[in-house]
């Protein structure tokens, strides 16, 4: 019973691992993501989960319909969304409920575009779009 309970526990941290951690198309949108800022910033070394969360969680003035990432994809992202005016739901958008986040670039940049200007009233930035994923990728 043990032993099985430590098969299963070990095939588990693998899959989820495998998929949070080692997904190619994933990697290169970070990777290049990583080249932008260094190309900023010289000195620039690792994106952080931490400002992820911050950014995601943070409350702006722009657009007071949608003052928060959160407005649409609520507070935890491991849960379904909902857009706030449309009442579509979102799939979760953490990497570990929904493997298929982040792996396409075009729709990554797509989205980060519309949805950036729209709750900051700006574009994100390289490091903003990588600790965003980066944090994604925590949870
Ligand atoms: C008005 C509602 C709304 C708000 C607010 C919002 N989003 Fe989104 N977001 C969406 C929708 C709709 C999608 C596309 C559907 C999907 O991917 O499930 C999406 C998808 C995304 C994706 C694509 C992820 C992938 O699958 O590759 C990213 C990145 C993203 N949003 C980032 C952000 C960030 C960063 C913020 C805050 C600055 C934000 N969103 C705020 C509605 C919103």
Redesign the pocket.
Known sequence: MLLRGIVVFTVGVCLFGGIAAAEPARDAILADYLNQARQADPGFTAFSAERGEA??KARHAHNPD?P??????TEDPTRQ?R???TG?A??P?AVSR?P?????AT??EK??S???K???GRL?TAV??GD??TFMMSR
């Not at 928060?68 to 994809?73: D, I, K, L, N």
């Not at 298929?100 to 396409?104: K, M």
Request: with cysteine; hydrophobic share 30%.
């Open positions: 950014l995601f949608v928060s990432c959160t407005t649409c994809h969304g857009h706030y005016k579509r979102i799939e958008v929904n298929e986040r982040f792996t396409d729709e990554v989205r980060f519309r949805d950036c729209n709750v900051l994100c903003e779009k965003y994923v």
